[in-house]
């Protein structure tokens, strides 16, 4: 009998099933726990469908951003004159 009868098959289903809910529990716990400690968001994202962004980067992108245009409006200037 192939893989030692009826019996050797089931066992290994039956161990190979509870492999596979147990990876998949300890998959999602990680995930879930990853997602709290980085504080990024990328889980919550796909639950929610919103990113979580820290302040400090928000900030850091809004002051970027308006340096960028300050630098742009002052180019402009100059080439008009």
Known sequence: PLLGGDMMVRQIHHFLMWFFILVAIVHVYLVIYHDYIDSEGI????????????E??????????????????EDLDRLKS
């Open 43 to 54: 889980t919550s994202s796909m639950i929610g469908g919103w990113k979580f962004i820290p």
């Open 56 to 73: 400090k980067e928000v900030e850091r992108f809004e002051a970027e951003e308006s340096k960028g245009k300050k630098a742009v409006l």
